[in-house]
């Protein structure tokens, strides 16, 4: 038995070297990569740089320096639906599940790779919009004056807001990987994940629906309940607890990557 576990481990070594390497020769993935954390950083500092107190003293600092993640998990997205749609729009994918036989096995070291280049990346977006924000709000009157919050880069609250932001952004990219699996086209996958991401929100803010579906939706969405990681503050009058918001964002990704792993073994290339 451990044989065949060194077997199976060696064998998952090699499609991870081999995923990493399609990955990082792709042109396209350090462009969405970069995309992201010009995104995350530029969008936070912008969004910390525009908001004044004692005109809104009340704002949640981390929270609000963290803002471009809203925008930037869209390249993350589209950057996890073409490391594999774009297998199957070139051919590539017979290839690869020639020279990997076991599917679940080149799925899940595709999953690791895009995990861990997105984990990278979304450390450094996260950290440069957080240190913005640390620089910036004291001279927008941040001082912990009027009730208003100073942004602490040693606070607990601060670590979890900005290491949970960085999980979900790979969640996202697990979750992408994982819709694209199943659904094989680009075009498709990206409009079904940014629906889903962007679509659910806009709901929430309409008003019109009734008021426990709108609780539901926050609770259940990918991005309401999975950016309740980013709260410091009112954390008892949030729809989902932080840990639990993405925590509902992992099932998405998991539930994505179980179904498209299901699918990956049942069709043909």
């Given at each position: 038995m451990s044989g065949g576990l060194r077997a199976q481990a060696g064998t998952l070594r090699e499609a991870v070297h081999a995923e990493w390497t399609k990955l990082r020769t792709v042109p396209s993935t350090g462009w969405l990569l970069l995309t992201m954390i010009m995104l995350v950083a530029g969008v936070g500092a912008l969004a910390t740089e525009v908001v004044k107190c004692p005109a809104t003293c009340s704002q949640?600092?981390?929270?609000?320096?963290?803002?471009?993640?809203?925008?930037?998990?869209?390249?993350?997205?589209?950057?996890?639906?073409?490391?594999?749609?774009?297998?199957?729009?070139?051919?590539?994918?017979?290839?690869t599940l020639t020279a990997m036989p076991r599917r679940l096995t080149a799925l899940a070291a595709k999953a690791i790779v895009l995990a861990g280049a997105v984990l990278a990346a979304g450390a450094v977006a996260t950290a440069g919009s957080v240190l913005a924000g640390r620089y910036i709000l004291p001279g927008n009157g941040f001082t912990g004056a009027y009730h208003s919050e100073t942004l602490s880069l040693a606070a607990g609250s601060t670590l979890r807001a900005a290491g949970g932001s960085v999980l979900y952004?790979?969640?996202?990219?697990?979750?992408?990987?994982?819709?694209?699996?199943?659904?094989?086209?680009?075009?498709?996958?990206?409009?079904?994940?940014?629906?889903?991401?962007?679509?659910?929100?806009?709901?929430?803010?309409?008003?019109?629906?009734?008021?426990?579906?709108?609780?539901?939706?926050?609770?259940?969405?990918?991005?309401?309940?999975?950016?309740?990681?980013?709260?410091?503050?009112?954390?008892?009058?949030?729809?989902?607890?932080p840990w639990p918001g993405l925590g509902v964002l992992a099932l998405w990704a998991a539930w994505a990557l179980l179904v498209g792993g299901l699918l990956l073994c049942l069709r043909d290339a």
């Open positions: 949640d600092t981390t929270k609000l320096s963290l803002t471009g993640i809203q925008l930037g998990q869209a390249a993350v997205a589209v950057l996890a639906v073409l490391a594999m749609s774009s297998e199957y729009s070139s051919g590539m994918i017979r290839i952004l790979a969640l996202i990219a697990l979750f992408s990987l994982g819709l694209a699996t199943a659904l094989r086209d680009s075009g498709a996958a990206i409009a079904v994940m940014l629906g889903l991401l962007y679509i659910v929100p806009l709901l929430t803010d309409l008003g019109s629906l009734d008021p426990r579906w709108q609780h539901r939706l926050q609770e259940w969405g990918p991005m309401t309940a999975g950016l309740a990681i980013q709260a410091t503050r009112g954390l008892k009058t949030l729809p989902i607890g």
